[in-house]
């Protein structure tokens, strides 16, 4: 199972990004996806997680200015990020819980980070 995300990079305060992350490999069913981030010095922090059951728990930091959306048919979570400040420059990471086929039980996986930087 890989996670690939794109998306990141430089933008000013105030703007906005769009992350996306895309599963492969030997999938059974995706049990929630979603996105953590962290920052220099600080522990990896949920930002906003999806799951099957259609539920999306967002960070009370990025309420109201960053979306999850989910392609189900594509294995693909896409994070839109508005009103970007420098609080939010981390590393953000794919997450994802991902039951494989023969396997009882799920497992947790990540992607490989890709770097959001919000700066003037």
């Known amino acids: 199972v890989q996670l690939v995300e794109s998306g990141g990079g430089l933008v000013q305060p105030g703007g906005s990004l769009r992350l996306s992350c895309a599963a492969s490999?030997?999938?059974?069913?995706?049990?929630?996806l979603g996105w953590f981030r962290q920052a220099p010095g600080k522990q990896r922090e949920l930002v906003a997680v999806n799951t099957s059951g259609g539920s999306t728990n967002y960070a009370e930091s990025v309420k109201g200015r960053f979306t999850i959306s989910r392609d189900s048919a594509k294995d693909t979570i896409y994070l839109e990020m508005n009103s970007l400040a420098p609080e939010d420059t981390a590393v953000y990471y794919c997450y994802a819980r991902i039951r494989r086929p023969l396997r009882v039980s799920e497992g947790e996986y990540w992607g490989q980070g890709t770097q959001v930087t919000v700066s003037s």
């Open positions: 490999g030997s999938i059974y069913s995706i049990n929630a």
